[in-house]
Antibody
Framework: EVQLVQSGAEVKKPGESLRISCKGS????????ISWVRQMPGKGLEWMGR????????NYSPSFQGHVTISADKSISTAYLQWSSLKASDTAMYYC???????????WGQGTLVTVSS | DIQLTQSPSFLSASVGDRVTITCRAS??????LAWYQQKPGKAPKLLIY???TLQSGVPSRFSGSGSGTEFTLTISSLQPEDFATYYC?????FGPGTKVDIK
């Protein structure tokens, strides 16, 4: 079964750093891009960026460029999303998703809830 | 960037109703459109891709149509488990969502 499993919920203070993870299984991890998608409380889906795990090439949405870093370790089939200095406005659910050849996102990870509060 | 709009943003319907949701693109996108269902507290689930191809395992009451700039998602007979929010998607853009609620 193709599966993406994300790391658990995080509670952080403003200014702290954070890295969340997304582990793929059941397929060749280097054959498909991984994207990260943000969903703020009660809001819609926003594409943040993607990585090609085969060579770690990344693309970011202009809205997120410079605010987050996407990386991957293909040896352990895991992609990461990280912040160097969190803000309260980063409070959201974050999903990873595999980019299919059909240009869709499937499957999705279960989501990681990030709460940033002083 | 292509902008996607959805209508309605909210609809109230009963079990057994036929429901249609529309997604419009700011420019022509051929048939490169997908639909997702998201239930509260859950990740989105792919329903339809390439505008009209049903993802494996998705019930046949779901169907999609359209090309160019206007697309529709139809649920032929709404079931209790279909109450959710539906999003359209093209490349890296998502529509704002349509919440389907119980009347």
């Amino acid at each position: 079964e193709v599966q993406l499993v994300q790391s658990g919920a995080e509670v952080k203070k403003p200014g702290e750093s954070l890295r969340i993870s997304c582990k793929g299984s059941g397929y060749s991890f280097t054959s498909y891009w991984i994207s990260w998608v943000r969903q703020m409380p009660g809001k819609g889906l926003e594409w943040m960026g993607r990585i090609d795990p085969s060579d770690s090439y990344t693309n970011y949405s202009p809205s997120f460029q410079g605010h987050v870093t996407i990386s991957a370790d293909k040896s352990i089939s895991t992609a990461y999303l990280q912040w160097s200095s969190l803000k309260a406005s980063d409070t959201a659910m974050y999903y990873c998703a595999r980019r299919e050849d059909s240009l869709t996102f499937d499957p999705w990870g279960q989501g990681t809830l990030v709460t940033v509060s002083s | 960037d292509i902008q996607l709009t959805q209508s309605p943003s909210f609809l109230s319907a009963s079990v057994g109703d036929r429901v249609t949701i529309t997604c419009r693109a700011s420019q022509g996108i051929s048939s490169y459109l997908a639909w997702y269902q998201q239930k509260p507290g859950k990740a989105p689930k792919l329903l339809i891709y390439a505008a009209s191809t049903l993802q494996s395992g998705v019930p046949s009451r779901f169907s999609g149509s359209g090309s160019g700039t206007e697309f529709t998602l139809t649920i032929s007979s709404l079931q209790p488990e279909d109450f959710a929010t539906y999003y359209c998607q093209q490349l890296n853009s998502f529509g704002p969502g349509t919440k389907v609620d119980i009347k």
